[in-house]
């Protein structure tokens, strides 16, 4: 049973694009939402994470948008770089907005064409 | 650097081995986690320590799986008879309670 969704499974933007990696959830009481951004050979690196109380969150180049009754998320990257080429992987935790236990999806993995 | 160190990174074994992996967290942090991330996946939990006390266990962590974290520091995780299957991503991570993730690099097991 996978309880996060993730799509696309993989992505071919162009420099300066926009990157959208979308997520969908089936467990209501998920409670923290962040992205993480893994290069080869490397741990997974926390990006940028949200909490159902809002629908938006932004860092830089990076936004989440949150939709808590469809129970879908995704992640945006303007201005898009050869630099943010990686696996994306979206998650999800049920642990009273912590970290604990972290459920993943199964990763985009986004190459940025120059 | 006083991040997440986990060694070896890299073990290659053959079937029915036995193999062992340490991990040592940022030094600060109370939580140590496992997780296991095999080629095109995400990272799965395996377990997760508060202090020395293991809290929660996944039903991915078989009979052949054992984590320790004897002082609350340093933890080890070890495979019994490994099997082609264990062939994967062996990945930690430490936090504060409820706070954010830091992972180590991993350890990547191949087993022949």
């Known amino acids: 049973q996978q309880q996060v969704k993730q799509s696309p499974q993989s992505l071919i933007v162009q420099k300066g694009g926009i990157s959208i990696i979308n997520c969908a959830y089936e467990?209501?009481?998920?409670?923290?939402f962040p992205w993480y951004q893994q290069f080869p050979g490397k741990g997974p690196a926390l990006l940028i994470a949200?909490?159902?109380?809002?629908s938006e969150k932004k860092e830089g180049r990076f936004t989440i948008s949150f939709n808590k009754s469809a129970k879908q998320f995704s992640l945006h990257i303007m201005d898009s770089q050869p630099g943010d080429s990686a696996t994306y992987f979206c998650?999800?935790?049920?642990?009273?907005?912590?970290?604990?236990?972290?459920?993943f999806g199964k990763g985009t993995h986004l190459i940025i064409q120059p | 650097d006083t991040g997440v160190s986990q060694d070896p990174r890299h073990k290659i074994t053959k079937r029915g081995q036995n193999v062992t992996f340490r991990c040592d967290p940022i030094?600060?942090?109370?939580?140590l986690y496992w997780y296991r991330q095999t080629l095109g996946q995400g990272p799965e939990f395996l377990t997760y320590?508060?202090?020395?006390?293991?809290?929660?266990k996944s039903r991915l962590l078989s009979d052949r799986f054992s984590a320790e974290r004897p002082k609350g520091s340093f933890s080890t995780l070890e495979i019994q008879r490994t099997e082609q299957g264990d062939s994967a991503m062996y990945l930690c991570?430490?936090?504060?309670?409820?706070?954010?993730?830091?992972f180590g690099e991993g350890s990547r097991l191949t087993v022949l």
């Open positions: 991570a430490s936090s504060w309670a409820g706070g954010e993730l830091f």
């Open positions: 949200i909490r159902p109380d809002v």
């Open positions: 998650a999800a935790s049920d642990s009273g907005g912590g970290a604990d236990g972290l459920t």
């Open positions: 467990n209501t009481a998920f409670d923290y």
């Open positions: 030094s600060e942090h109370n939580r």
């Open positions: 320590f508060q202090n020395e006390a293991q809290l929660e």
